[in-house]
């Protein structure tokens, strides 16, 4: 999910699919890895501290909780 130039935006679509595709392969994965970006001219893809994707923040603190 990006939401800086030539990204999808917020997009609890995609959260939801990472979730499924997590889970499906949950026997053969061992870790998954957000990384977390709000600086301009990046990915900016936080969803958390500054929330720049509300929904998608929403979506993914109720499928893999809050940490």
Do not use: C, T
Not at 9 to 33: Q, T
């Amino acid at each position: 999910m990006v939401s800086g130039e030539g990204g999808a935006g917020d997009d609890p679509f995609f959260i939801e699919r990472m979730y499924a595709i997590f889970r499906a392969n949950a026997d053969v994965l061992a870790y998954d890895a957000y990384y977390n970006n709000s600086e301009d001219g990046n990915v900016r893809s936080s969803l958390v501290s500054p929330v720049l994707n509300p929904k998608s923040a929403a979506r993914y603190q109720q499928l893999f909780g809050a940490g």
